[in-house]
């Protein structure tokens, strides 16, 4: 059966020959309508034909009225609807400077900034009159510490976690192809490692969630055997432990059984056609302790590659202990990756995706904050991810305490993505997220891919200018000193003067000044996730 986004097209290409047959029958002046039609449908043929837009592909005819909208979209804007820097979750703007970096077309901006620069929470950062030339756009960072036997040279800007079954097979491969040309990395999502992670042979992180698809066995636990099978695989540079996700933390997640098909079958481990469970919490351990056991475990059966765990900060307690059991037991994981609250996914309740799972800033600078405490700052690499799209958020995340920064949704606008919102449907129109075989194949792997290279290459770019600017050499050399906030339309204050910074070593000897320190801090244990009994007593009162 003909898919219902072609019909335009085919009720044309009846038309036109309908037309065709009157002006040969009845009379020719039959004929202009059929010029007409045949205009357009030329135009519908090479749409389906052409590779550089995915839209065009799946919606021949019809695209062009999105196109001639998105054109005027600015006076319709502009004069009725809303402005360009309204975030829906993702401005125009934001969108608009991903396209054009991904495209390689012009990026700048005439007429001055739409932002309001005496709005409170505007930030900037502040430049230098001496400004450097660094040598190179291509910032990386050494991941893996003294017990980690093969480090890896990370880019300080990669591709964050997005499974094959969330992810179409095409945009897996774009991604994976644009990592490999870029030299940054490809984060798999929990979904495990896929044949198409495997074809292009960029540079992956396989993420480990609670359903260990990719390492089970058949009731669903840890298997060692088929660990050690996959993180051999040469493309496999780190092992990431995923604890939460800043979409939708603490919830878990069901793939219905018509969904699993035999791709996502052999990728995760599950059988075709039966519901796959992602629990909401992991059965390999249960308690701070255990995670680091079970983190160094991974590393050893890896043959030595870099380890460590993601996860949205929620009950500062339970990040407390796990901090406690790295400080006692010296179990230390090579990377910690925070996803902040305002992470996306393909689907999650309205209530996690609004109300659950602490911002991304607050979340980064507790756990920096926590590490310089205990003098394990040096050791431990923090990844960061939650709406980094630009050259700026990635300075300010890394400013905030980051090594280095993931982006999903930002790499989804550089395949093509156009903030549809319906990933969760099947119908993505640009067949980024969909498992539709039509719908994919408007997604030009060669193509694609290239835009994610370029998407890359020239934020890395922009992140050298503004490096330059503030007269540094490397974004490890950016502090909260160099970023201001505006705090109210007469007030600015640095990052480093907005919040409370611990001091190296500080939680060895006492308790910094913040006051989530002076609550929890002591009360948290290595040997258990449970909340600590004196909470019962703070209901009530006002934690500032």
Same mark, same amino acid.
């Given at each position: ?8 097209? =085919?009720? $044309? ?50 695209? +062009? ?103 179409? %097979?095409?945009?897996?491969?774009? @991604? ?9 990395? +490809? ?17 992956? !992180? ?25 993180? %051999?695989?040469?493309? !496999? ?6 604890? /939460? ?26 059988? !075709? ?27 050893? @059966?890896?043959?030595?590659?870099? $380890?460590?765990?993601?996860? %949205? ?41 609004? +109300?659950?799972?602490?911002? @991304? ?8 904050? $926590? ?25 300010? $995340? ?69 490096? =330059? ?22 007030? !600015? ?15 060895? /000897? ?35």
């Amino acid at each position: 059966m003909l898919p219902s986004r072609y019909f335009a097209f =085919a009720i $044309t290409c009846i038309l036109c020959a309908a037309t065709l047959l009157a002006a040969s029958t009845i009379g020719p002046h039959w004929w202009f309508a059929f010029v007409a039609l045949s205009v357009l449908v030329l135009v519908g043929v090479r749409d389906l034909t052409q590779t550089r837009q995915a839209i065009r592909r799946n919606y021949p005819l019809l695209s +062009h009225f999105r196109f001639f909208f998105e054109r005027i979209r600015p006076e319709i804007r502009q004069y009725l609807l809303e402005d360009d820097t309204e975030e829906l979750p993702f401005s125009r703007v934001q969108r608009s400077i991903v396209y054009q970096r991904a495209k390689n077309e012009v990026d700048k901006r005439p007429f001055g900034t739409q932002l309001d620069v005496y709005a409170p929470q505007y930030e900037w950062i502040n430049h230098s009159i001496a400004p450097t030339d660094p040598p190179s756009h291509d910032f990386r960072i050494e991941i893996g510490g003294a017990q980690c036997a093969k480090p890896y040279s990370a880019s300080v800007f990669n591709i964050s976690a997005m499974s094959f079954g969330a992810l179409s %097979a095409n945009a897996v491969r774009a @991604l994976n192809a644009g990592a490999k040309r870029g030299g940054f990395f +490809h984060d798999t999502g929990e979904g495990s490692i896929s044949r198409y992670h495997r074809e292009m042979g960029g540079d992956l !992180v396989w993420e480990i969630g609670s359903g260990y698809f990719g390492c089970r066995n058949a009731d669903g636990s840890f298997s060692r055997e088929r660990f050690r099978e996959n993180a %051999a695989f040469d493309a !496999v540079k780190m092992i990431e432990v995923k604890l /939460s996700q800043g979409a939708k933390p603490g919830h878990g997640g069901v793939l219905p059984g018509a969904k699993v098909t035999p791709e996502i079958a052999e990728a995760r481990g599950v059988p !075709v056609g039966v519901d796959c469970v992602s629990p909401a919490r992991h059965s390999a351990f249960s308690t701070p302790r255990g995670l680091l056991e079970f983190v160094a475990e991974l590393r050893q @059966l890896s043959g030595g590659k870099p $380890t460590g765990f993601k996860l %949205a900060i929620g009950h500062p307690w339970e990040w407390f202990g796990i901090a406690k059991a790295m400080h006692e037991t010296g179990l230390i994981p090579d990377f910690i990756v925070i996803d902040g609250g305002e992470g996306g996914t393909g689907a999650a309740p309205l209530e996690f995706t609004d +109300h659950v799972g602490a911002p @991304l800033r607050e979340a980064l600078m507790l756990v920096h904050n $926590t590490l310089v405490g205990l003098g394990l700052r040096e050791r431990v690499k923090l990844g960061a991810s939650g709406k980094i799209v630009t050259a700026f958020d990635i300075a300010r $995340t890394l400013a905030l305490g980051a090594d280095y920064c993931n982006s999903a949704r930002g790499f989804m606008f550089a395949l093509g993505c156009i903030q549809a919102q319906s990933c969760h449907t099947g119908r993505c129109p640009t067949g980024v997220t969909t498992q539709d075989a039509l719908r994919q194949r408007a997604l030009v792997v060669p193509d694609k891919s290239e835009r994610v290279h370029q998407f890359h290459l020239n934020t890395l770019k922009a992140l050298r200018e503004l490096i =330059a600017a503030a007269g540094l050499e490397h974004p490890r050399e950016l502090g909260p000193e160099h970023v201001i906030r505006r705090v109210s339309s007469t007030e !600015v204050r640095s990052l480093a003067a907005l919040h409370v910074w611990a001091k190296p070593g500080e939680l060895l /000897s006492g308790t910094p000044e913040s006051p989530v320190f002076k609550v929890f801090w002591e009360a948290a244990r290595s040997d258990s996730f449970a909340a600590p009994a004196h909470l019962l007593s703070l209901r009530g009162s006002k934690l500032q």
